[in-house]
């Protein structure tokens, strides 16, 4: 008898001790098809910050749960229904297109669970349809952020003619969007925009109508096109100045790339030859830990993971409900690894967006001559809105393939 | 038939066991069913006609693009009008493969399967790039499931029952058409089209005749897959969907129906549970896949056989 009562109060004493403090954070990124490598990124990040706490927030210990969302909309609902329901996770975290991302807040709305879109870029998730998500944060960025100031540089560089080629998705419209919108408002003219398919692999019948009369291309690639399209285009002969849409060259792609890339200039809210202490000692730890350059998708996420555990400091780990966590959240001041980040009143970042060329040379000490996104000018606390401010920004339509209009085309 | 007392014997404890599972089950139930409803549309043109259809997602499509643009444009389909909508679905569903048949019916083998894949590209491409009515790539999102008779399809326990009800009343109507004398003439195509023309059968029209009416099951089990993910996207439509409803059939057992309903509910667990669980999912299906076409040709429904063929 004795000893049962024991067994019981043993059991007792267990239970409650494991569930004292407790985060349970769901992780939705593609482990297999054709993003498994960038799911491999997104989740290498958090991870990283994680062992770096050694899985503990101020007190809350945290269970991280990864699931494959496939790089598939309704697979994403269904991983997010199970990551809610069954694991009864606090907040879910990640997804990597737009669509994804789409397809997942509506989840957290219905199921009251915190969202943190980390990569997903749709601009109208903090747009004009986050009144429909009020448990949903963003800590990544809109399509359309990084690629407004673009449109303001390739201005100020004496640009006036530019062709656009961009995947032909909501993604590559959202980008060629915001491109288009200031470098038009500051003067410069699109000529032509040419809108090849997510994931062509051949754009000889596309390169060749490219007007020759313009002065510069912008170019957006996602995953392999990134690759295809500036090797097809030296072969070309064609020898204009790229602009590029910030995944063209990014950290996933670039070491993949040849010298053709040389001198071509993107825009994004991080690149891994950013040179400041804290970006040389995220790019060291990560290499040695994982052998490779972090891109922004393993950036954005231990970023994420690192804004989670300055809300948990604050509440002295006790998970703080959604709609409280929401609220701290997006007071948070961060100085981040990309540099100094807040958030706007849509909950979406404000944050540095730096223009990028890529050069080859040796960087951080590392021995050999690599490609490098060297950051050429930084455009301080850059919001959604750009200059445009919110009221006047939101009252015109989402970007799309006919907005703004191709005025400059014949 | 012992084969239809087992299933609604299986099927019943199902829906007896259904609210002691976790809600995340319920679903995977509710996925099995609707995938269920798609396989034995394609069970009638595979298992009975002999005409394999690579194409089947396009016809879920149609069903659940339907379902979603009335939702979210007009508001119509939250209420009772929900039944008109499953009306609505399998006309557009029929209407699709009354179209499409014309062409695909001409082929056969090899070609049929080309064609049939074709035209769900097809769709595929409007519902990728007609972006005003679609959304393209980011699909549409719905706003909840209807509400009638003081049921509220938002309680995953009574959205998979009137699943099952679906399924029950599909499978019944299925098991009575290739039961009838028009279901014999599907067989005797199957087997010998030749010899059935000769005997003065119109067998274009009765091949033609199956694919309709698998068309209709394929828009029906659209309504209710729209309704069931709360968000419709093109890659609902794309060909890895259309090959996995084939496998299913393969995997149960063409020719039986309810083969249909054990391949999805292998692949689906397969799928999404096991891959909940451990990383190395893909083998395990990847074997089963390979077993049952080295050692079982009829499927899991040819071990219940026996010695009959």
């Known amino acids: 008898m004795n000893r049962k009562l024991l067994a019981a109060l043993a059991a007792l004493a267990l239970s409650t001790g494991a ?97 943190i879109p980390s990569v997903p870029a749709a601009d109208d998730l903090t747009q004009r349809d986050l009144a429909q998500y009020p448990y949903m944060v963003r800590t990544g960025w809109t399509s359309s952020q990084p690629h407004h100031p673009l449109g303001r540089w390739a201005c100020d560089n004496g640009y006036t003619r530019v062709v656009a080629i961009a995947a032909d998705y909501a993604f590559g419209h959202e980008v060629v969007g915001g491109f288009q919108k200031v470098f038009e408002d500051c003067g410069g003219r699109i000529v032509q925009k040419i809108w090849p398919p997510l994931g062509t692999k051949d754009f000889g019948p596309y390169i060749p109508t490219i007007k020759q009369d313009a002065d510069a291309i912008f170019s957006l690639m996602v995953g392999p096109m990134a690759l295809q399209f500036p090797k097809q285009l030296a072969e070309a002969g064609i020898k204009k100045p790229i602009i590029g849409g910030g995944t063209s060259y990014d950290e996933f792609v670039l070491p993949s790339m040849g010298d053709e890339v040389l001198g071509h200039v993107s825009a994004l809210q991080y690149s891994a030859a950013l040179d400041t202490p804290k970006n040389r000692e995220f790019v060291r730890k990560y290499r040695e830990k994982y052998g490779k350059v972090p891109s922004y998708y393993s950036e954005s996420n231990y970023t994420t993971a690192q804004m989670i555990h300055e809300v948990m400091k604050q509440t002295k780990g006790k998970w703080p409900g959604p709609e409280k966590f929401i609220s701290l959240m997006v007071s948070l001041k961060l100085d981040a690894v990309r540099g100094p980040v807040r958030f706007d009143e849509m909950r979406n970042p404000i944050q540095n967006i730096y223009i990028k060329k890529v050069e080859k040379k040796k960087m951080f000490g590392y021995e050999k001559d690599e490609l490098w996104n060297s950051v050429i000018q930084t455009y301080p606390d850059v919001s959604q809105f750009w200059t445009y401010g919110k009221d006047a920004f939101l009252k015109q339509p989402v970007y799309s393939r006919d907005f703004p209009p191709c005025k400059y085309c014949n | 038939m012992n084969r239809i007392y087992i299933l609604l014997g299986v099927l019943g404890i199902v829906a007896l066991l259904a609210p002691f599972a976790g809600p995340f089950v319920i679903l995977l139930l509710a996925h099995v069913l609707v995938l269920g409803i798609v396989a034995m549309s394609v069970d009638l043109l595979l298992g009975y006609t002999g005409l394999p259809s690579l194409g089947q997602a396009a016809y879920l499509g149609v069903g659940a693009y339907l379902t979603a643009i009335l939702a979210t444009k007009f508001g119509f389909g939250l209420g009772w009008d929900f039944w008109l909508v499953v009306m609505l679905g399998m006309a557009a569903g029929a209407a699709t493969a009354a179209f499409f048949g014309l062409f695909a019916i001409r082929a056969s083998g090899v070609y049929f399967l080309m064609i049939t894949l074709a035209l769900g590209m097809c769709v595929w491409g409007l519902a990728y790039r007609w972006n005003s009515l679609t959304g393209g790539d980011n699909g549409i999102n719905m706003r909840g499931r209807p509400v009638f008779a003081g049921m509220r399809l938002a309680d995953d326990l009574t959205f998979f029952y009137l699943v099952l009800g679906f399924f029950i009343a599909s499978f019944f109507a299925l098991h009575l058409l290739v039961s009838s004398p028009f279901g014999k003439s599907l067989v005797g195509i199957r087997e010998r089209e030749l010899r059935m023309r000769i005997l003065g059968y119109n067998t274009w029209l009765h091949k033609y005749i199956a694919f309709v009416i698998a068309g209709a099951f394929g828009g029906l089990a659209g309504v209710l897959w729209a309704h069931l993910n709360g968000i419709v996207s093109p890659s609902d439509v794309l060909l890895p969907a259309s090959v996995d409803v084939l496998l299913m059939v393969v995997l149960g057992g063409p020719g039986t129906l309810v083969g249909g309903l054990l391949g999805a509910g292998v692949v689906v667990f397969l799928r999404e549970y096991l891959a909940t669980l451990v990383q190395w999912w893909q083998y395990v299906l990847g074997a089963v896949y390979v077993l049952t076409i080295l050692y079982l040709p009829g499927g899991i429904m040819g071990l219940f056989k026996g010695g009959k063929a």
């Open chain 1, 19 to 115: 569930s004292a403090q407790e985060l349970k954070i769901g992780f939705l990124a593609p482990m297999t098809g054709i993003f498994a490598q960038i799911g491999k990124d997104m989740e290498n990040g958090f991870q990283m910050y994680l062992d770096e706490q050694k899985g503990n927030f101020a007190g809350a210990k945290v269970t991280f749960i990864v699931e494959d969302e496939e790089g598939k909309p309704p697979v994403s609902v269904r991983k997010a229904e199970k990551l809610a329901r069954q694991d009864q996770v606090q907040m879910m975290v990640g997804g990597l297109l737009a669509s994804t991302g789409y397809a997942i807040a509506p989840v957290s709305t219905r199921l009251k669970t915190v969202y």
